[in-house]
């Protein structure tokens, strides 16, 4: 069946930290569940672009996704996602590598460069991280009520 005909499993709703997309059907392991599209363009000029979007494509070409047509901009970083980037002939596909339930929040892994850039600043807020500051804190609290007593 041809994809526009199919009904798509994603929708943009609101996430903890502003919009994300979400899985509206179930998604197999391993479904191309979306492609970053943009403008594509040089490296040496996408570097010249200070925008969260570009996505380098290959040493040469970058892909700056900020359009609002690129539904997939809305996708969120996880350090423990559900999905990954899967580069095929020049284009960019957001792939599950688990299966992926009604509802639940599709996520990748930003890499290095883009984190380092604008997640660690303010500190990451994926459901991995946020949950480990959570069992972090409380290890602490219990170790100030243990050497009170
Ligand atoms: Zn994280």
Redesign the pocket.
Known sequence: MPSSLRSKPYKVARSKTGLGLFATATIKRGTRIIRYVGRKMKNADADKLYTKYVFELNSRYSIDGKSRRNIARYIN????PNSTIDIARGKIFIKSIRRIEPGTEITYNYGRGYWDAF?KPKG???????A?RKRARKAAARRRVRSKG
């Not at 970083?77 to 423990?80: G, L, Y």
């Not at 990451?124 to 946020?130: A, P, T, Y």
């Open positions: 970083h996880s350090c423990k997640i990451c807020k994926c459901d991995s991280c946020v480990g």
